[in-house]
T-cell receptor, first 111, second 113 residues
Framework: QKEVEQNSGPLSVPEGAIASLNCTYSDRVSQSFFWYRQYSGKSPELIMSIYSNGDKEDGRFTAQLNKASQYVSLLIRDSQPSDSATYLC???????????FGSGTQLTVLP | EPEVTQTPSHQVTQMGQEVILRCVPISNHLYFYWYRQILGQKVEFLVSFYNNEISEKSEIFDDQFSVERPDGSNFTLKIRSTKLEDSAMYFCASNPATNEKLFFGSGTQLSVL
């Protein structure tokens, strides 16, 4: 069974610090990886997608993928209180279109 | 930015009743999905729909569930006989192709009493 595991937290960081969020996945054929942000009571919002090993940067966000270790992470630089949310890791495998989500990590950025 | 629209935002029903959740995907998108999230739990895949038929479904999507695209714009999820455990936030989503950004609607909170 495909599993995506996340440290549920909660994770608290001071404003301006780097927040590091981690995710592991069990399905070795997983090909595409996504980080979503979900505010309480709202729908998931895509932040980053990553498909190949290495780092991908977009503004204050950097996604890192290591397929050998089955590990994907998200770094948020210069964290802001508005970044406070639950961050969901998700993956897809092969031709499957469905996203498998982790349980999410709750991040709080303290002013 | 274009949006996926879901109605109603809240639905309260009695156990055993039928409910229909409605979605209007983004107009040029070809793939449509339903996900659900029980309070405090993971977002779970229910079903994907392409070219007027189901392309994938999860174990959750049993005979009590059905989907339909009755016209060129709406995409519906029907639960025939609701159970208490069907209480959840139901998200509709769409994308133009399978490897492209998935757009989620704002969700329908279903409460089964």
């Amino acid at each position: 069974q495909k599993e995506v595991e996340q440290n549920s937290g909660p994770l608290s960081v001071p404003e301006g610090a780097i927040a590091s969020l981690n995710c592991t996945y069990s399905d070795r054929v997983s090909q595409s990886f996504f980080w979503y942000r979900q505010y309480s009571g709202k729908s998931p919002e895509l932040i980053m997608s990553i498909y190949s090993n290495g780092d991908k940067e977009d503004g204050r966000f950097t996604a890192q993928l290591n397929k050998a270790s089955q590990y994907v992470s998200l770094l948020i630089r210069d964290s802001q209180p508005s970044d406070s949310a639950t961050y969901l890791c998700a993956s897809t495998s092969g031709s499957a279109r469905q996203l498998t989500f982790g349980s999410g990590t709750q991040l709080t950025v303290l002013p | 930015e274009p949006e996926v629209t879901q109605t109603p935002s809240h639905q309260v029903t009695q156990m055993g009743q039928e409910v229909i959740l409605r979605c209007v995907p983004i107009s040029n998108h070809l793939y449509f999905y339903w996900y659900r999230q029980i309070l405090g739990q993971k977002v779970e895949f229910l079903v994907s729909f392409y070219n007027n038929e189901i392309s994938e479904k999860s174990e959750i999507f049993d005979d009590q569930f059905s989907v339909e695209r009755p016209d060129g714009s709406n995409f519906t999820l029907k639960i025939r006989s609701t159970k208490l455990e069907d209480s959840a936030m139901y998200f509709c989503a769409s994308n133009p192709a399978t490897n492209e950004k998935l757009f989620f609607g704002s969700g329908t909170q279903l409460s089964v009493l």
